[in-house]
């Protein structure tokens, strides 16, 4: 069992043995992982530490706001890429392909930060899970398996990487974060991109990104998941008034987890699935099936590539 209170100083005498007078930056995604290694560095390094995140244009509806507010207090470095993000995924089909070009494209625009910045140390917010299923062949994280063989850095930094979830979720409320970040839901480091079957397109990401929206208004507070999602899984045929309409499948996946290494999809009553169904058809008319995976991982993985 993991005592937070045991595991904080030591983190932070770690981290500062570690950078020592240097610099460093950390890649700041606003998910519990990301903040609990920014709070521990910060509390290590103060002011040496250069937080900073990049709207890769994969992010969830929001997203760069909502950061920008929570970490106000800290000196935040927002890296707007999107453009060079899709310019590099473009073509892109096969799911390890594209968590490789995300990891690289990270790693190459923290690295042009970095030397702005004179910092030789990144930052990073990889947990145990991601390890072993990097490791383990399963998929390349992107902060972890994804990562360039090359890098412009003295050192990788990953303070939590032998805690699992639950227990980075533990420091984080003895570190005194916000609730939003100590209890939010996973997302995965390379955002919408894995929520969208095959190439990364603007059109796929609209979609994906509305859907999302949509389905964590219906299911995180009615129904608590460890994690809930939608995907875009490709194109299938419908009818929109009279008319046929060859529109985008929705997927929505909504899963019960200690740690994301299992996981079990939820039992959803039947009302709010329809009622779930009605809303992403109607609101976002490029839609036009909405399925509900109930498959548990393993076989499947949660995320769907
Ligand atoms: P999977 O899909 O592997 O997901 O069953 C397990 C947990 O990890 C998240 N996930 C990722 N996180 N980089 C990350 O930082 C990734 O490439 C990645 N792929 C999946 C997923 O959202 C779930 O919480």
Known sequence: MLNPNKFIPKAVEEISQEIKSDRAIIALSGGVDSSVCAELAYRAIGERLQPIYIDTGLMRTGETERIKHIFSHMNLDIVYAKERFLAALKNITDPEEKRNVIGETFIRVFEEEARKLAADYLIQGTIYPDRIESEGGIKSHHNVGGLPSVMDFKKIVEP???????????????????????????????????????????????????????????????????????????????VKGDIRAYGWIVAVRAVGSRDGMTAEALELSWDALKHLETRITSEIPRVVRVVYDITPKPPATIEFE
């Open 160 to 238: 939590i990487k032998d805690l699992y979830k639950d227990e980075v979720r533990k420091v984080a409320w003895a570190l005194q974060l916000p609730e939003e970040i100590c209890e939010r839901m996973p997302f995965p480091g390379p955002g919408l991109a894995v929520r969208i079957i095959g190439e990364v397109t603007e059109e796929k990401l609209e979609v994906v990104r509305e859907a999302n929206l949509i389905v964590e208004e219906e299911l995180l507070d009615r129904f608590c998941p460890w994690q809930t999602f939608a995907a875009v899984i490709g194109k299938g045929t419908g």
